[in-house]
RNA sequence: GCCAAGGUGGCGGAGCGGUUACGCGGCUGCCUGCAGAGCAGCUAUACUCCGGUUCAAAUCCGGACCUUGGCUCCA
């Protein structure tokens, strides 16, 4: 397996610090609003890295962080007249149940910033003893210019970390120097007792105290989006390799491209955000995930109606393909004897896995699930393919969809689609009716009906079955 | 300014030294009372530009141009 490490910017073979354990480490959120589908592109890929790395084998824990405690939960807790906890606390759970709705299940625990504070506490105390931090009237910092490796993820030198665009805390000795604990302001609540006075963590020291309690201080891949590359990552190294003297902090950084809309990031900042939910409203959840798992975790990709709705009729494709060969499995009887496998499912799956060995190439790994479609469909037609064959290739659809985290073989629900008893007995109705016409051959009063209908955005179609199914526009429920 | 990721057919998007990517769309056929859906086949002057290396370059090297992101809030 290869992975591509954003520290060397090489593809390299995955090698675990511990036979067949591996330790996924992805920076969770902060809870202080609803999450946006640019998250979702995220967690999305690293869900399929888990769900990869499990069916390969190998034992994975997956850790996550949730920030708890930070500046903008404080102040959008003060707007809105709640207590920073029960704000965070909400957003926590929301976003939990995005996660869940959006089949992302392979996180194996969320530690929270605010559960680790005595890790926090241990590990800036170790950085001060060893003279990596130092101590202000606003908080403790962590000494940059004492660790020689620093920029190294981002590379860059330290001369290119001179520039900032945010103005610097005025005691800090270099403008590159990153709060480790922040004493406490005037008035505020949220604070816990420390060897420096009252006051809270920084926000980069949550992540390595929470890796090195579940972890230690060496673990195998952190996960995250480009942006948190700097100053995030590289003060996590810097805090991590400078406490524990240990190198590296972790063996291959992964990091994910931006969900953009137009060409430009999401972000809460641009307020050209979706948040999840919202999205989840107009669209089936996979066909979200087939969305993202279209293009390489690594690249950025354009978020709109449009590609939604490609990926969607793409989706729907593979799904197809997964009916028609149930439906040809029921019609004839169980083969005993499973021989060998089917030649072109075999063909598919080295395929499937090869692509996905080469740094999670989802999209070529989607292309070898195209080839079976199309292949085993044509076979069907031409009446060519044994029942073993048909068993072996929905079995193989199957297997790709768990890796994936797709539901092939179920019909596709959109969430927010409402239901009318009413409506739906009236519609049920008249095209009963019309199927006593059509019985009748009375074909235009019948195709009158179906337009008719079809101007009210339902859609009929006739079939050998189905008849007295209707769908809305734009919706997969049949 | 520095660092990073990109610029591929009508669209999305792989490939990264020589063979059809794949999907969406379009076209044709099959199926169907018709339409749609479905299936198959076909389709595309495609690789930002200029040099160079090579028998052979989207792919490697050099140089431009453009887009996006990061440079201490960011998934």
């Not at 992302?104 to 530690?111: D, F, G, P």
């Not at 942006?227 to 190294?237: G, V, Y």
């Not at 740094?359 to 479609?373: E, G, M």
């Not at 008719?452 to 997969?476: P, W």
Request: hydrophobic fraction near 35%; charged fraction near 30%.
């Amino acid at each position: 397996m290869k992975i591509q490490n954003t520290m060397t910017g090489n593809k390299e073979n995955f090698q675990p610090i511990h036979n067949n354990r591996i330790n996924l480490f992805v920076c969770g959120p902060t809870v202080y609003d609803d999450s946006h589908i640019g998250h979702a592109r995220t967690y999305i890929a690293f869900d399929v890295v888990a769900r990869y790395l499990k069916y390969k084998g190998f034992s994975v824990f997956y850790l996550q962080n949730i920030t708890d405690v930070d500046d903008k939960i404080i102040q959008r807790a003060a707007e809105t007249g709640v207590s920073p906890r029960s704000l965070a606390r909400k957003f926590e759970q929301r976003y939990l149940e995005d996660m869940r709705a959006l089949g992302i299940t392979n996180v194996n625990y969320y530690a929270r910033a605010t559960e680790n504070i005595p890790e926090i506490i241990s590990q800036i105390e170790r950085l001060s003893e060893l003279g990596f931090a130092y101590e202000t009237e606003t908080g403790v910092y962590f000494d940059e210019s004492r660790f020689g490796d620093f920029g190294k993820l981002s590379h860059q030198g330290a001369e290119a970390l001179e520039k900032h665009r945010i103005e610097p805390d005025s005691t800090k000795r270099n403008p590159g120097d990153f709060s480790l604990w922040k004493k406490r302001q005037d008035g505020e609540e949220v604070t816990w007792d420390s060897p420096w006075g009252k006051g809270r963590p920084g926000w980069h020291i949550e992540d390595t105290a929470i890796t090195e309690n579940y972890f230690g201080a060496q673990y195998d891949i952190h996960g995250g989006a480009m942006d948190l590359i700097f100053p995030h990552h590289e003060a996590e190294i810097a805090q991590m390799e400078a406490a524990s003297g240990k190198k590296p902090l972790v063996r291959y950084w992964m990091h994910t491209g931006f969900l953009n809309v137009m060409n430009e990031k999401m972000a809460k900042s641009l307020g050209n955000f979706t948040t999840i939910r919202d999205m989840l409203r107009e669209y089936e959840a996979d066909a979200f995930r087939f969305f993202v798992l279209l293009a390489h975790y690594r690249s950025p990709i354009d978020f709109s109606e449009k590609a939604l709705e490609q990926a969607r009729k793409s989706l729907e494709r593979i799904r197809q393909a997964a009916k028609i060969i149930e439906e040809q499995l029921e019609k004839a009887p169980e083969s005993s004897a499973p021989e060998q496998m089917d030649p072109a499912v075999a063909l598919a799956k080295a395929k499937f896995l090869e692509s996905m060995d080469n740094d999670f190439n989802t999209p070529y790994a989607l292309k070898a699930v195209f080839d079976l479609v199309r292949e085993v469909n044509r076979r069907i037609n031409e009446k060519t393919i044994s029942q073993t064959g048909l068993q072996d290739a929905s079995e193989q659809l199957r297997e790709f969809g768990e890796i994936l985290g797709l539901s092939f073989y179920e019909v596709g629900k959109r969430p927010a689609e409402k239901t009318d008893a009413i409506a739906d007995n009236l519609i049920e109705l008249l095209i009963e009716t019309r199927q006593k016409l059509r019985e009748k051959k009375e074909w235009q009063l019948a195709d009158e009906i179906r337009a008719k209908l079809s101007e009210l955005d339902i859609v009929i179609e006739d079939a050998y079955e189905g008849v007295g199914k209707y769908t809305t526009k734009g919706s997969t429920i049949g």
